[in-house]
């Protein structure tokens, strides 16, 4: 995709994001001078998807202290702490978030004692290896993804896994992609995904841009297609990975591996390392974030329900290890049984 189609980019003092809740109609770039800006994009998710959210976060610390000036070093410290917890208050579950935060403090710590002017251009050095290393982490993603897909395949992707929700090139299309530029014929379904429409509104949009063949689904048309042998694979992305396993990543996605396993499809996650949460056993300790019940009510600023009807509104769903065929990472394909398989790849990150 091209440039200006960047989720984020740093730009003279300044962050820019692609406001990604204007897409397809408008493309709007924010841009943003302010850490609160950066905050306010994650919690409305101008900026959205895992690895996206987490190079966003690592800009906003950047912003929190590019413009301090006659700031002694604790009002400095003072000021970039509470950034980075007003940033990790933004969105409980995607791990992207939390690991990128992490990496800004250990940077922070590390040049702590510098003049304030390096510690700031070396938390600005991380923000953008950040970003950088992600993109390359989605490249080799797509390269030993790929691997696992026939010359001709119909790819069911749900929610947008893509360049729009990474540093670029994405996980799940990061997949695609790859495929495609070896010359393999990829057609992507993508399920249009409820409530905010990143399959519809984005999943479709940047394949398009790129010239990748792009049919648009509702979500619950996934089960008439593979019951009729029109789908080959389910490739998805993930918010939050637990060492077991189980996968977190945008709701409607468990339903979608049920209906893959119920017609023996094959179901792949594709997901970089810093989605992985070495912390948590089981998916069942994943922090599901619940968003405003509007999200289900309208559609964009169109009622399609009664003003009070109650509704839920979890943004995410687990599925559980044993409905996943394998995990694509930059370090290579796990397949079950995860806990050991997992265990191993990640002592190389
Ligand atoms: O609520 P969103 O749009 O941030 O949810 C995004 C997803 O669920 C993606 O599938 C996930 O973050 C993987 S992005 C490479």
Request: net charge negative; hydrophobic share 45%.
């Amino acid at each position: 995709m091209d440039d200006q189609l960047t989720a984020v980019q740093w730009y003279d003092g300044k962050v820019r994001i692609l406001d990604q809740t204007q897409l397809p109609e408008d493309l709007v770039l924010l841009e943003i001078s302010d850490y609160h800006g950066i905050v306010k994009a994650i919690k409305e998710l101008s900026v959205r998807g895992a690895p996206a959210i987490g190079v966003a976060a690592a800009y906003g610390v950047v912003l929190a202290t590019w413009y301090l000036d006659e700031v002694d070093r604790a009002g400095f410290l003072e000021a970039t702490n509470r950034a980075i917890l007003e940033l990790k208050n933004t969105r409980p579950t995607a791990k992207n978030l939390f690991w990128s935060l992490e990496r800004m403090r250990t940077a922070l710590t590390k040049n702590l004692s510098k003049p304030l002017k390096d510690v700031k251009l070396a938390l600005l050095k991380e923000a953008k290896r950040i970003q950088q290393d992600d993109l390359e982490r989605c490249q080799n993603i797509g390269r030993y993804g790929a691997e696992l897909l026939p010359n001709r395949v119909n790819v069911l992707t749900h929610c947008n896994a893509g360049a729009l929700a990474t540093a670029g090139y994405g996980t799940a299309l990061g997949m695609v992609r790859a495929a495609a530029e070896m010359g393999k014929k990829v057609h992507v379904y993508a399920d249009e995904t409820r409530p905010l429409l990143q399959g519809a509104r984005l999943t479709t949009f940047e394949l398009m841009e790129d010239g990748i063949d792009v049919t648009l689904l509702c979500d619950n048309m996934a089960g008439y297609l593979m019951q009729r042998g029109v789908i080959d694979v389910v490739i998805v992305g993930a918010d939050r990975i637990t060492m077991n396993g189980d996968v977190a990543n945008k709701i409607g996605t468990y339903s979608v591996a049920v209906l893959a396993n119920a017609h023996k499809i094959p179901f792949y996650v594709a997901a970089p390392f810093s989605t992985f949460d070495p912390d948590l056993k089981t998916g069942q300790d994943i922090p599901i974030e619940k968003r405003d019940g509007d999200e289900v009510r309208k559609i964009g600023s169109q009622w399609i329900a009664p003003e009070k009807v109650s509704v839920i509104n979890p943004a995410f769903d687990v599925t559980p290890n044993h409905l996943i065929s394998a995990i694509v990472t930059e370090h290579g394909v796990i397949t079950p049984p995860y806990v050991e398989g997992i265990k191993a790849k990640f002592s190389v990150d």
